[in-house]
């Protein structure tokens, strides 16, 4: 049998998945990185993107995450994820309507940190209608 990856991905009062891999890709702050078994320690941010998990040899669940962090050590991967949906439950209709309105959000805000928390907002929407329109591992 293959050497696996233990991945915990875990949001805000729920764990999403809890399984033995083969991979995972995490949209982390400086790039998209890897986990195989056996991967160096490291803890990295999590930039709004899409997990990708990997079972035999394909990819088998892709989940977008608003942000976070990664826990990779040599037996496995925890991402504690701000907030994360399947990919498959995000409609485009609603991804549009959370960027226009967090645009507007944007335009209004009168303080600095308003200006800080409303761009945020905007980063997640615009992120997720990119993974919406991502091909990458389909």
Not at 5 to 27: G, K
Request: aromatic share 4%; net charge negative; with cysteine.
């Amino acid at each position: 049998m293959a050497e696996m990856v233990h991945f915990e991905l875990v949001a805000p009062e729920q764990l999403l998945l809890s399984a033995e891999v083969d991979s995972v890709v995490i949209p982390g702050v400086e790039g998209d990185f890897g986990v195989l078994p056996g991967h160096a320690r490291l803890i990295s941010s999590v930039r709004p993107g899409i997990v990708v998990v990997f079972r035999d040899g394909k990819p088998a669940e892709r989940i977008f995450v608003e942000g976070g962090f990664a826990e990779v050590t040599p037996e496995g991967c925890v991402v504690l994820a701000e907030k994360a949906s399947p990919m498959e439950d995000i409609q485009r209709g609603d991804a549009e309507t959370a960027l226009s309105d967090a645009r507007e959000i944007l335009e209004e805000a009168k303080t600095d940190e308003a200006r800080a928390d409303a761009q945020r907002v905007v980063s997640i929407a615009e992120a997720r209608l990119e993974a919406l329109d991502s091909t990458a591992y389909l």
